[in-house]
């Protein structure tokens, strides 16, 4: 998608050099999928521990030892 914007030559230059993009729009690319995928992470983390019926460690070693697994 096209789109004018207006930044700062100094900020978009510097994540050039730290994304080794090529291009503005390369960096700019860059810059927009890591900060979804850092939004994503914390959408996640935000279910960390809330997993009540979750197979604990204990409960893993039982089912590894018993056979009763598959793959």
């Known amino acids: 998608m096209k789109t004018t914007v207006n ?11 730290h994304a ?5 729009t390369e960096a700019v690319a860059l810059a ?3 900060f979804n995928r850092r939004h994503r992470m914390a959408a996640l983390t935000r ?7 979750f197979m604990t460690q204990a409960d ?3 089912m590894r ?6 793959i």
């Not at 030892?65 to 598959?70: C, K, W």
């Open 32 to 34: 927009v999928a890591e």
């Open 7 to 17: 930044l700062p030559e100094a900020e978009l230059a510097e994540a050039m050099k």
């Open 47 to 53: 279910h960390f521990g809330t997993f009540k019926d």
């Open 20 to 24: 080794k993009a090529k291009t503005k």
């Open 65 to 70: 030892e018993s056979g009763r697994h598959t």
């Open 60 to 62: 893993l070693k039982r």
